[in-house]
C-alpha cells in the first residue's frame, strides 16, 4: 500500500448523518492534512494536525491522527448535502522536505 | 481572505509545443510547490521552490520540466516539449515555512492534444 491511504473508497450516507474517513500511511510524518475537492475544482484545506497532536476540530470537523497505527481520521458531523465530494488525506513526511503526499481520497456523497 | 491563483484556468496545446502556466502565490508566502492530478487520479507532487531554487523535486519533474519565480509575485511552470500524458490539472500551492499549511490554487486544467 502507498502512503496516505484512505477507506474507504467511496461513502454514501442521509443528510444529517456523520461521516467518518480513514487514512493510514507508512513513514513518519510532520503533520498531516486533509483536503476536500469538489469535482474537477480545487483542493480546499480543511485541518491540518501536527504529529505531537492526537484530536483537532474545527466546526463539524473532528480529526484524529494515531502515530502509533500511523492512521489518521476525519469524521464529519450532521453532514449536508454540500459535503458531497472527495477527501483526501497529505502527510508531510518527515524525511522528504514539504512535499506532501496525496492518497487516493474518498469520495463522499450526502443524499438529502 | 489571501488565496493563490492561476492563469489560464484551461490550456489546450498541440503536442510538442511549450506551455507556461503561472500562479500568483500567497504575498508573504515563502514556500511554492506544483502538483499535478491526471484525470480520476490522485494528486501527485512535482517539485518545491525556496529562496529561488528547487528545493526538492519528484521523479516526473524531468528535463522537460522548469520553474521560474520571474518577479516578486509570480511563480511558473514550463514544459518545454508537451506530451499526450502531460495532459492533467496542474495545481499551484504556496505556504510561509516548511511543514506549514499548503494553500492551493483553484488549478490549470491542461489539455495535449
Not at chain 1, 493510514?24 to 501536527?50: D, E, F, P
Not at chain 2, 508573504?28 to 528545493?55: D, P
Not at chain 2, 519533474?61 to 502531460?86: A, C, H, M, Y
Amino acid at each position: 500500500s502507498q502512503q496516505g491511504e484512505e477507506d474507504p473508497q467511496a461513502l454514501s450516507i442521509q443528510e444529517g448523518e456523520n461521516a467518518t474517513m480513514n487514512c493510514s500511511y507508512k513513514t513518519s510524518i510532520n503533520n498531516l492534512q486533509w483536503y476536500r475537492q469538489n469535482s474537477g475544482r480545487g483542493l480546499v484545506h480543511l485541518i491540518l494536525i501536527r504529529s505531537n497532536e492526537r484530536e483537532k476540530h474545527s466546526g463539524r470537523l473532528r480529526v484524529t491522527l494515531d502515530t502509533s497505527k500511523k492512521s489518521s481520521s476525519l469524521l464529519i458531523t450532521a453532514s449536508r448535502a454540500a459535503d458531497t465530494a472527495s477527501y483526501f488525506c497529505a502527510t508531510d513526511a518527515l524525511a522528504s522536505g514539504s512535499r506532501l503526499t496525496f492518497g487516493e481520497g474518498t469520495q463522499l456523497t450526502v443524499n438529502p | 481572505e489571501p488565496e493563490v491563483t492561476q492563469t489560464p484556468s484551461h490550456q489546450v496545446t498541440q503536442m510538442g509545443q511549450e506551455v507556461i502556466l503561472r500562479c500568483v502565490p500567497i504575498s508573504n508566502h515563502l514556500y511554492f510547490y506544483w502538483y499535478r492530478q491526471i484525470l480520476g487520479q490522485k494528486v501527485e507532487f512535482l517539485v518545491s521552490f525556496y529562496n529561488n531554487e528547487i528545493s526538492e523535486k519528484s521523479e516526473i519533474f524531468d528535463d522537460q520540466f522548469s520553474v521560474e519565480r520571474p518577479d516578486g509575485s509570480n511563480f511558473t511552470l514550463k514544459i518545454r516539449s508537451t506530451k499526450l500524458e502531460d495532459s492533467a490539472m496542474y495545481f499551484c500551492a504556496s505556504s510561509i515555512g516548511t511543514s506549514a499549511q499548503q494553500f492551493f490554487g483553484p488549478g490549470t486544467r491542461l489539455t495535449v492534444l
